[in-house]
T-cell receptor, first 113, second 114 residues
């Protein structure tokens, strides 16, 4: 069954800690995306990658980092520099051509202890 | 850069009522338009999309949307809503050429009263 797997579903972080959110897809999609969802603000793009070993900043990249070493995987690290990390994080993927719709994972809810 | 406005933040309707959710976008070129839905506790899923051709597009679960280029609008409609339509609805725009970045609106929460 093809899809996008995000783990964990819930994540807690202490102040000053970095934390990494996992995103794996088996859809053979070239493009992958990370969004942050806050109440009343919709989804905002953090980082995206259209091909392995390449990624670009989105609209709110400060305090985040990513890597794309494999086609299937696009982990997001929330660093201690992110001042307001509590949010719902969504990963998405798309074929990467023809302006096709993005497919979304179930999300990870990050909370600060 | 593109932007999307969804003016209705929370809509409450009774079952069988008709629905129209507004979506306006800002972008100088050709765009692709999408409506996504997020049911409680579920992942975001595609309702319908417009790329080109007939400006009236039909999606899943009886939803449709009309692209009116002169008004930069892509409103979502359903003639008769059901309780199961309770969800959050997001409009999104993607420029037709470029890096395929989606820009989302802030979302509309729809509550259907049985």
């Amino acid at each position: 069954d093809g899809g996008i797997t995000q783990s964990p579903k819930y994540l807690f972080r202490k102040e000053g800690q970095n934390v990494t959110l996992s995103c794996e897809q088996n859809l053979n999609h070239d493009a992958m995306y990370w969004y942050r969802q806050d109440p009343g603000q919709g989804l905002r793009l953090i980082y995206y990658s259209q091909i392995v070993n390449d990624f670009q900043k989105g609209d709110i990249a400060e305090g985040y980092s990513v890597s794309r070493e494999k086609k299937e995987s696009f982990p997001l690290t929330v660093t201690s520099a992110q001042k307001n990390p509590t949010a719902f994080y969504l990963c998405a993927s798309a074929p990467g051509y023809g302006n096709q719709p993005q497919h979304f994972g179930d999300g990870t809810r990050l909370s600060i202890l | 850069a593109q932007s999307v406005s969804q003016h209705n933040h929370h809509v409450i309707l009774s079952e069988a009522a008709s629905l129209e959710l507004g979506c306006n976008y800002s972008y100088g070129g050709t765009v692709n338009l999408f409506w996504y839905v997020q049911y409680p506790g579920q992942h975001l899923q595609l309702l319908l999309k417009y790329f080109s051709g007939d400006p009236l597009v039909k999606g899943i679960k009886g939803f449709e949307a009309e692209f009116i280029k002169s008004k930069f609008s892509f409103n979502l409609r359903k003639p008769s809503v059901q309780w199961s339509d309770t969800a959050e609805y997001f409009c999104a725009v993607m420029p037709n050429f470029g890096n395929e970045k989606l820009t989302f609106g802030t979302g509309t929460r729809l509550t259907i009263i049985p």
